[in-house]
C-alpha cells in the first residue's frame, strides 16, 4: 500500500534530530520536505464545502427534524464507546495498551514542534502551488499577492524566531477571509486561529495564562470538528450531492 502524505511527513520528522536550535541538515530536509510531498500528494477528502454546491443562506434543520431516531442511536453509541475506553483506560489491559502507546508516540510527543511547523509547511506550499484560494480550496481569491504571502508563510516556519510571523499572517488571511465570506462561513476553521496562537506562543516562548500552546490548539481542533458536525446535522442537504457521488462513503448504510 503506498503511503499517505502524513505518514511520509512523520518519517522525515522521525528522521531529524530535535536539538533547541534546527542544525543546517535539519533545516534543508525541513524546507525541501513540504516541496518533496508536493509532487506525491493525490487527491484528499475533507470538507464538504470543498466538493460540493452549499448554500450558506439556507435555513438549518430544527430540532424536532434532528432528534430523529437515526441520531439518537449515534448519539448513544457514542457514549458508549466513550465509556467503555474510559472504562478499559483503568484496567491491567488498558494500562499496557497506553504504556504501548506511549512508547510508540515518544518521538512525535518530543518532537511535536517540528511536526507542526513541517506539516503546516507542507500545507502553505500546497495552497501556493494551488493557487487562487485562502487556506482552504473553497474560500476562492482573486488577488495574485496571496499564494505568494502563504508561500513566504511557510518559508518563515523554517526559522523557529520567525514562526510568529506565520502565525499573525494566518490571523491576517482568516481576517480576510472573513471580510470576504463572512463569519459563518469562517466558523467552520477555528482551528487556523489555535495553530497561530500557537505559532505565536512558541515563537516567543509565553504561556497565556499558563496554558500550554499545544493545549490551545487541541481546543480549537474540538471546536471545529464539533462545528462540523452540527453542520453535518442542520445542513444535511450539503452532504446530498457528494453521497449522491460517492455512495461507497456511507459503508452501505441508508443515506
Given at each position: 500500500?503506498?503511503?499517505?502524505?502524513?505518514?511520509?511527513?512523520?518519517?522525515?520528522v522521525s528522521a531529524l534530530r530535535y536539538t533547541g536550535r534546527l542544525g543546517t541538515r535539519a533545516l534543508a530536509r525541513l524546507a525541501a520536505a513540504p516541496l518533496?510531498?508536493?509532487?506525491?500528494?493525490g487527491t484528499a477528502s475533507a470538507h464538504v464545502k470543498w466538493f460540493c454546491a452549499y448554500d450558506v443562506a439556507g435555513q438549518p434543520r430544527g430540532l424536532e427534524q434532528v432528534?430523529?431516531?437515526?441520531?439518537?442511536?449515534?448519539?448513544?453509541?457514542?457514549?458508549v464507546c466513550l465509556m467503555a475506553g474510559c472504562l478499559a483506560e483503568g484496567t491491567p489491559l488498558g494500562g499496557a495498551l497506553m504504556n504501548a502507546l506511549d512508547r510508540v508516540?515518544?518521538?512525535?510527543?518530543?518532537?511535536?514542534?517540528?511536526?507542526?511547523?513541517?506539516t503546516l509547511g507542507f500545507f502553505l506550499v500546497s495552497v501556493w502551488g494551488l493557487g487562487g484560494i485562502i487556506l482552504t480550496p473553497e474560500l476562492k481569491t482573486d488577488a495574485a499577492w496571496i499564494p505568494w504571502l502563504?508561500?513566504?508563510?511557510?518559508?518563515?516556519l523554517i526559522w523557529r524566531r520567525t514562526m510568529p510571523l506565520t502565525g499573525l499572517g494566518i490571523v491576517f488571511l482568516f481576517s480576510f477571509a472573513t471580510a470576504q465570506y463572512g463569519l459563518f462561513h469562517l466558523a467552520d476553521y477555528p482551528v487556523f486561529l489555535g495553530?497561530?496562537?500557537?505559532?505565536i506562543c512558541q515563537g516567543i516562548n509565553l504561556k497565556p495564562s499558563g496554558l500550554r500552546p499545544l493545549d490551545i490548539v487541541r481546543w480549537s481542533a474540538a471546536i471545529t470538528l464539533m462545528w462540523a458536525s452540527v453542520e453535518k446535522w442542520a445542513y444535511p442537504q450539503w452532504?446530498?450531492?457528494?453521497?449522491?457521488?460517492?455512495p461507497q462513503m456511507t459503508m452501505g448504510a441508508p443515506p
Amino acid at each position: 500500500m503506498p503511503a499517505t502524505s502524513f505518514e511520509v511527513i512523520m518519517v522525515r520528522v522521525s528522521a531529524l534530530r530535535y536539538t533547541g536550535r534546527l542544525g543546517t541538515r535539519a533545516l534543508a530536509r525541513l524546507a525541501a520536505a513540504p516541496l518533496a510531498l508536493l509532487a506525491a500528494t493525490g487527491t484528499a477528502s475533507a470538507h464538504v464545502k470543498w466538493f460540493c454546491a452549499y448554500d450558506v443562506a439556507g435555513q438549518p434543520r430544527g430540532l424536532e427534524q434532528v432528534l430523529c431516531p437515526d441520531f439518537e442511536w449515534v448519539t448513544a453509541l457514542a457514549i458508549v464507546c466513550l465509556m467503555a475506553g474510559c472504562l478499559a483506560e483503568g484496567t491491567p489491559l488498558g494500562g499496557a495498551l497506553m504504556n504501548a502507546l506511549d512508547r510508540v508516540t515518544t518521538r512525535i510527543r518530543t518532537d511535536t514542534e517540528l511536526l507542526v511547523r513541517c506539516t503546516l509547511g507542507f500545507f502553505l506550499v500546497s495552497v501556493w502551488g494551488l493557487g487562487g484560494i485562502i487556506l482552504t480550496p473553497e474560500l476562492k481569491t482573486d488577488a495574485a499577492w496571496i499564494p505568494w504571502l502563504q508561500l513566504a508563510m511557510a518559508a518563515c516556519l523554517i526559522w523557529r524566531r520567525t514562526m510568529p510571523l506565520t502565525g499573525l499572517g494566518i490571523v491576517f488571511l482568516f481576517s480576510f477571509a472573513t471580510a470576504q465570506y463572512g463569519l459563518f462561513h469562517l466558523a467552520d476553521y477555528p482551528v487556523f486561529l489555535g495553530v497561530a496562537v500557537y505559532l505565536i506562543c512558541q515563537g516567543i516562548n509565553l504561556k497565556p495564562s499558563g496554558l500550554r500552546p499545544l493545549d490551545i490548539v487541541r481546543w480549537s481542533a474540538a471546536i471545529t470538528l464539533m462545528w462540523a458536525s452540527v453542520e453535518k446535522w442542520a445542513y444535511p442537504q450539503w452532504t446530498d450531492p457528494l453521497l449522491a457521488a460517492k455512495p461507497q462513503m456511507t459503508m452501505g448504510a441508508p443515506p
